[in-house]
């Protein structure tokens, strides 16, 4: 028997708004404006907001937390849509059922973002090739966002041509192949003053880590020998007063290659420190003339270096 | 009004069972109230399954009725059908005196009785059972279509939203406009 949800006491159609799913609360949405500013007033929380680009759909995928009553947060539910050029599709019921079929990809994307009142997307993912003209409709899509991601199945020219389209919007860039065509294409990535890219593998020389002005730079795999790491640290400590843009460098090395702190501390003079937090992971602080500070972690194949606090 | 009493009926709850207490602690009788509907059938209820109701409790403790007040006075609920205050009832004694837990199956799920159970629990303001029932209305549209959705929860378009209110406004316009004529002949 249906019911008149309008009719029932504000703060109980709050309530049974908030016992609603995600994907049930979308599907609410839809219904009339009524309910969207329903859905958006009740200020629904969702965590990294993250799409990926197909080259005919757009996926969306929403995670929602929920506090425990030990009070610490865990993950709850992940909810997937797929947007195509006409209707979308949720993976998050039994079967898919396609919804508002004269909503257009642009539709959806500016009704998810309005209702959970979201004004930038997490992550935007570019999962394989696809024309430069789709890039650039992607583009007006999310004028900006937090992490660029893109996948290693897309072609190293694709990755190229995504990367310098896209990078001024993204706080953080994330690749994982190498796509420099010889020593002179990555030593201009390296010297480009980006906030923080994460790409591999790659082979790095000392000169690399000298000139870098990337800030923050992972590279998974990288391959550097412990004695030109060696030689990078003891040049840290002796560039008193000069200033070096990076603030955190992690290097993986392929797993089976494990890194020696003997070998990468010999002759620098260190203070063994341990984490706060209990973990018994090797860290080293390192401190320069000028009182500048760097932490050095070296775990396995792992190699870390943080400037300051 | 009627007087038939349903505290110790089968559907209703029986007389307060005498709960395990220590030795040292002497008996202290419950103490009961009676409650009506719109069907004027009279609930005997105890006082402690009434604490879940804040408005009831509020009442009781304002009140300050003996035994034979009380059964003399009935609190009246009009608003509220016969069917719907047994639910209620029931539902208090079944939980009397220990606090709901989280999926309560022994609720009534009777779902065409939903929303009148819903607007009668909000104005007894028993919490918990509010919100097990607003979770029972959340479920009713689990895993359906934005039209289907519509169609349970009967949910108006754009278009009648944007009627209903242009008919609102000229419903409003034309009680402000007969309150001025009437306030004009006032002073005529």
């Given amino acids: 028997m249906p019911i008149r949800i309008f009719s029932l006491p504000g703060k109980d159609l709050q309530y049974a708004l908030n016992c609603m799913n995600i994907c049930d609360l979308i599907a609410f949405s839809l219904c009339s404006k009524r309910t969207k500013n329903l859905v958006k007033s009740s200020n629904r929380k969702i965590h990294l907001p993250t799409i990926y680009v197909y080259e005919n759909r757009v996926q969306f995928f929403i995670r929602e937390r929920a506090l425990q009553r030990e009070d610490y947060e865990i993950e709850r539910r992940i909810f997937q849509f797929n947007f195509h050029d006409k209707g979308a599709e949720s993976a998050c019921r039994n079967g898919i059922g396609v919804w508002k079929k004269e909503f257009t990809q642009n539709d959806w994307i500016a009704h998810f973002m309005s209702t959970f009142n979201h004004s930038m997307i997490h992550t935007l993912g570019i999962m394989n090739n696809t024309s430069i003209s789709y890039l650039d409709t992607i583009k007006q899509f999310f004028p900006k966002f937090h992490k660029l991601l893109i996948s290693g199945t897309c072609s190293r020219e694709f990755i190229k041509i995504v990367f310098w389209k896209l990078y001024t919007i993204a706080e953080e860039v994330e690749f994982d192949r190498n796509i420099f065509d010889d020593e002179n294409d990555k030593s201009k990535f390296l010297t480009q003053n980006f906030k923080s890219v994460t790409f591999g593998p790659l082979k790095l020389t000392l000169d690399d880590l000298l000139t870098l002005n990337i800030a923050d730079l992972t590279i998974n795999f990288a391959n550097i020998s412990e004695k030109e790491l060696n030689r990078f640290l003891k040049l840290w400590m002796k560039g008193n007063h000069i200033f070096y843009r990076p603030k955190a460098i992690r290097l993986c090395t392929e797993d089976e290659i494990d890194i020696s702190c003997e070998e990468v501390l010999k002759g620098i003079k260190y203070e063994d420190v341990q984490y706060n937090n209990g973990e018994d992971f090797p860290t080293f602080r390192l401190r320069r003339g000028d009182g500048k500070e760097m932490k050095v972690f070296i775990a396995d194949n792992e190699f870390v270096f943080r400037v300051g606090q | ?188």
């Fill in chain 2, 1 to 188: 009004m009627s007087s038939t009493e349903q505290g110790t009926s089968s559907a209703a709850p029986a007389e307060p069972t005498t709960a395990p207490e220590s030795a040292a602690a002497p008996e202290v009788p419950e103490s009961f109230y009676y409650v009506h509907g719109k069907d004027k059938v009279v609930h005997k209820v105890s006082a402690g399954a009434l604490q879940h109701s804040a408005l009831i409790h509020g009442m009781i403790s304002n009140l300050g009725y003996t035994e034979e007040q009380a059964k003399a006075n009935p609190f009246p609920f009009e608003n509220i059908d016969g069917d719907i205050l047994q639910m209620v009832v029931d539902w208090c004694n079944q939980h009397k005196g220990k606090p709901t837990p989280p999926e309560d199956t022994n609720l009534p799920k009777q779902k065409e009785k939903l929303f009148d159970l819903v607007l009668a629990v909000n104005y007894l303001e028993i919490k918990e059972l509010l919100t097990y029932c607003c979770k029972q209305v959340a479920m009713m549209v689990k895993g359906k279509s934005p039209e289907e959705i519509r169609e349970i929860w009967m949910i108006p378009t754009d278009a009648e939203d944007e009627a209903a209110e242009k008919e609102a406004k000229k419903r409003a316009g034309k009680e402000a406009a007969g309150e001025t004529a009437a306030a004009a002949g006032d002073a005529k």
